[in-house]
Structures are given as structure tokens and as C-alpha cells.
């Protein structure tokens, strides 16, 4: 299986070349020369597999690089109930991403259940395996460079402390995260991790990251990787659950579902479309955003219009603070029929700080089966007060804003499942609002906001966080 890149002038490689790189040279993003497919005689045996085993059938197939004995071994080490032990009452967490059935057939996928309490963990857990992994057979280390919104970043570092070879360097929004979220990273003292807030938000820390990668020399240099979404490992692993859960609401392979997804960047709800192109049988793929609003614009209208830093709003769901999502361009690839020309022609204008209109491409997107819907702080509020009163289940404010879109498109003659995004604990703010009480959290977390802190305040300068990195590698 090779690798190519989305912007097409870039040489094809195996999967351990580009795991550790993120972006590839030319600018582009990673995605395979083609999907493998998977036939309804595989669905029939993935049906009843752990998932473990249904990670290692789905994986193999995209991963050919690293021996079968060694990959089923690092994923066998990744997803174990100790790992992912936070579950909600009822729930088995040997079940690692175990299903929540809220009304006839309406469901939450509990995505939430490992370390950082939020989704990333169930990717971000694998990618730092793997990069422990192919950095010791390669004789190597990696210092990474991140950007996150929330969530990503402490992800990255509970994946990455302590791994042999790796250096994060983690870049976040000054002052607009919530408290949990922040103290979830600075709080970490290992020696390998570096936390620097950024003044700007979230766009203006993933720019940086951009084009500190963009630098061939420096990235080729200092060793310059990459853990957000733009790189494949994260993507690849967030493939399977889409699976897992397909399976847990259905009988039959001829079953269609849909699914809901908060959504910031775009990488979850483009693993979403990676597994419906490899046979999943999903119908809609349910785009939903908070006030920044940019793809729920582009999936109505067919026009791309990246707002930029000014005008991009601190929410009280804010890892979805994102105006340029990066992930999205591998979904424009496959809508051009991976036209890499048209795609750079498209980059152009977003990287320019312009925007793009196919709305000639309209009919082949609701082919793709997305559709999309906005949600604000008072609808999010108010659904995580219809959540607890109607169902007793207590929802974080992104996962509120998947439900509140999920309910505009409810089919309830199918299913539909919500992907959740955290847990309620990592916003006590909003969900005291919401409820009046303050959300429980895990024993062990308890007190995080009250212990020692370690970061840099950095302005918005791709020249200052290359001397922060010379300066500490």
C-alpha cells in the first residue's frame, strides 16, 4: 500500500514514511493511492470481532509495512480495558467503544472513555505506539510539532510522555480553552513535553505548525513531526470505530445508518467518509458546527470561505474554534476525482486567505451522503438540559451540538448514531449552566486544576517557535 499526497507532487510511500512527517512535502495531506474495499462476506466476519481484532482486520489492510505479529501486538497494547476504563453505568469497558442507546434508534457512541476523557485518546493512543515503534526499528527520534483547540493537544502528550525517541512541542490558544482542558496539559512536568500558548486562536497556532513543516530544511533538520489530524496514522485509527459501531445497532449488512459528528477540523467525520468509501454502509454523514459555521456554509451553499483569526468566535464548545478546517482537503481530493491540480488550484485561494465555490459539485457531495447543520451556545445549552431531562444522560457541549443536528435529520426509521466528544467533566462551566450542578468526573482527576503548570506564552510568530524548538531539542 503507498501513500500519496493530495497536492500530487509528492514521491509515493509506504505508511511508515509518511506516519511520522504529517504533511507531505509539497504541502498536501497523506491518503492511500486507493481505498481497499471491503465485501459483504467481510462485514459478515467483522461482525462479531473485538476491537481489537476488527482494529487489526481494518488496519492490515492499510498498513503493510510493519509485519502482522508486530502491528496486531501494538494494537493489542493499545486498546485494553485499563486503558480506556472511564465508562458510564452499564457499560463494559472491555466493550473500548461501547454503545449508548438513548430512544429507538437513537444512539451515542461513548468515544470518551480513555485518559484525556475525550475522543483523540482513541486514535492518538495507537499513533504514539506506532511512532515508538517505527522510531526504535528506524534508530530515530522525532520532535513533534501540534496545534490544538482542546482536546488534541493533551491527547498527544498522555500518548507521548515518557516514549522513548519523542519531544512534543504542543501549540494552543492563549486563555480560551476551558480550565480542565488546560490543566490537563500545562499540568504535565515530563521533560519531553513542551506546552507553549499561543496569543491568537486556534487557526493562527495550525498556520505555524503549517509552515514550520512547509520549511523542507528546518522540518528535515530538527526532525519536525506531526500528530493532529493531518496525519494519517490519526485518521486511519478513527476509521474503525465507525465500524464497531455500525455493527453493534445493525442485524444485517444490508442495513443503512446514520451518523452525526461534531465537527472542527474535519478529521473524524472524514474517517467517517474514508469508511463509507471502503464499504461501510453508511447513508448520512451529518456535518455538524458551532458558531463557526464554516462547513456547515460550504455543505449548503458549495462555497468554501475560511473565515480567518479576527473573525473567528471563542465558543463554549471550543475545540470546534476552527476556521480552516484541515482535514477537509482530503475530502475535496476524492471529490475531484483526486485531481491533485485542482486541488492545489483550490489551496491557493484558501492558503491566500481567499475561498472557493464548487457549487457545480453540489449533487456529488449528498452523494457522498453529508449534509450539515449550526448550532449556538443557547441551542447547545438547551440540549444538554433535554438530554439529561428526556434520556438522563449528561453530554459535553460539543457532543450537544452533534445531538442538536443529529434531531434535525433523525430518520427514525434507521438509526443514527452521535459520535461523542467528551465528557461532560472537561466543561464545568457550561454544564453547570446548563443543569446547575457541577458534571462528576474520574477520582483520579480530581484537583488537576490546582497543580503546578508549565507553559510559554508565545506571540503568533513562525520565527519564534523555530528558536523555542532550536532552543530545546
Not at 470505530?241 to 445497532?249: D, E, H, L, P, R
Not at 475545540?319 to 485531481?339: H, Q
Request: with cysteine; glycine share 6%.
Amino acid at each position: 500500500m503507498k501513500y500519496i499526497s493530495t497536492r500530487g507532487q509528492s514521491p509515493a510511500l509506504s505508511f511508515s514514511e509518511i506516519l511520522l512527517g504529517g504533511l507531505a512535502p509539497d504541502g498536501g495531506l497523506y491518503l492511500p493511492e486507493s481505498y481497499p474495499q471491503f465485501t459483504d462476506a467481510d462485514l459478515s466476519k467483522m461482525r462479531s470481532m473485538s476491537y481489537c481484532d476488527l482494529a487489526f482486520f481494518i488496519l492490515s489492510r492499510l498498513i503493510d509495512d510493519i509485519p502482522a505479529a508486530d502491528l496486531k501486538a501494538i494494537i493489542d497494547k493499545t486498546y485494553r480495558a485499563d486503558v480506556y476504563g472511564f465508562t458510564r453505568d452499564g457499560q463494559s469497558a472491555e466493550d473500548i467503544a461501547p454503545i449508548l442507546k438513548l430512544e429507538n434508534n437513537l444512539y451515542l457512541l461513548s468515544l470518551s472513555n480513555g485518559p484525556t476523557l475525550a475522543f483523540k485518546d482513541m486514535a492518538m493512543q495507537l499513533l504514539g505506539n506506532l511512532f515508538e515503534y517505527v522510531l526504535a526499528k528506524k534508530g530515530e527520534t522525532t520532535n513533534i510539532l501540534g496545534a490544538t483547540s482542546g482536546d488534541t493537544g493533551s491527547a498527544a502528550e498522555y500518548a507521548m510522555r515518557g516514549k522513548k525517541g519523542v519531544r512534543v512541542f504542543m501549540l494552543s490558544p492563549h486563555k480560551k480553552m476551558s480550565r480542565f482542558q488546560t490543566a490537563q496539559m500545562f499540568s504535565l512536568q515530563d521533560d519531553n513535553i513542551f506546552n507553549i500558548a499561543v496569543n491568537g486562536v486556534f487557526d493562527d497556532c495550525q498556520d505555524m505548525v503549517k509552515a514550520v513543516s512547509n520549511d523542507a530544511e528546518f522540518k528535515a533538520k530538527y526532525k519536525i513531526g506531526a500528530v493532529n489530524s493531518i496525519n494519517w496514522g490519526r485518521i486511519v485509527a478513527q476509521v474503525v470505530y465507525y465500524f464497531k459501531a455500525y455493527f453493534a445497532v445493525t442485524k444485517s449488512n444490508s442495513e443503512k445508518i446514520d451518523f452525526s459528528v461534531p465537527s472542527g477540523n474535519f478529521g473524524n467525520v472524514c474517517a467517517g467518509h474514508i469508511a463509507r468509501m471502503m464499504g461501510l454502509p453508511i447513508d448520512k454523514l451529518v456535518v455538524a458546527t458551532n458558531e463557526n459555521d464554516v462547513l456547515d456554509e460550504f455543505f449548503k451553499t458549495g462555497v468554501y470561505r475560511p473565515r480567518g483569526s479576527a473573525n473567528t468566535y471563542h465558543t463554549s464548545s471550543p475545540s470546534m474554534d476552527i476556521s480552516k478546517a484541515s482535514n477537509f482537503e482530503r475530502f475535496i481530493f476524492d471529490l475531484v476525482d483526486k485531481d491533485a491540480t485542482k486541488v492545489r488550484e483550490l489551496w491557493t485561494n484558501v492558503d491566500s486567505g481567499g475561498a472557493f465555490d464548487i457549487k457545480y459539485l453540489m449533487t456529488k457531495v449528498k452523494a457522498f451522503g453529508f449534509v450539515s447543520g449550526g448550532s449556538s451556545h443557547a441551542t447547545r445549552i438547551q440540549t444538554i438540559r433535554e438530554s439529561k431531562e428526556k434520556y438522563d444522560v449528561v453530554i459535553d457541549t460539543h457532543t450537544a451540538d452533534g445531538l442538536k443536528v443529529a434531531l434535525e435529520y433523525f430518520d427514525k426509521a434507521k438509526p443514527m448514531i452521535v459520535l461523542e466528544t467528551a465528557l461532560p467533566a472537561k466543561f464545568e462551566d457550561a454544564l453547570k449552566e446548563a443543569l446547575g450542578t457541577v458534571p462528576e468526573r474520574p477520582a483520579s482527576l480530581n484537583g488537576i486544576e490546582n497543580l503546578p503548570q508549565k507553559f510559554t506564552v508565545m506571540d503568533a510568530d513562525v520565527a519564534q517557535i523555530k528558536e523555542f524548538i532550536v532552543k530545546n531539542v
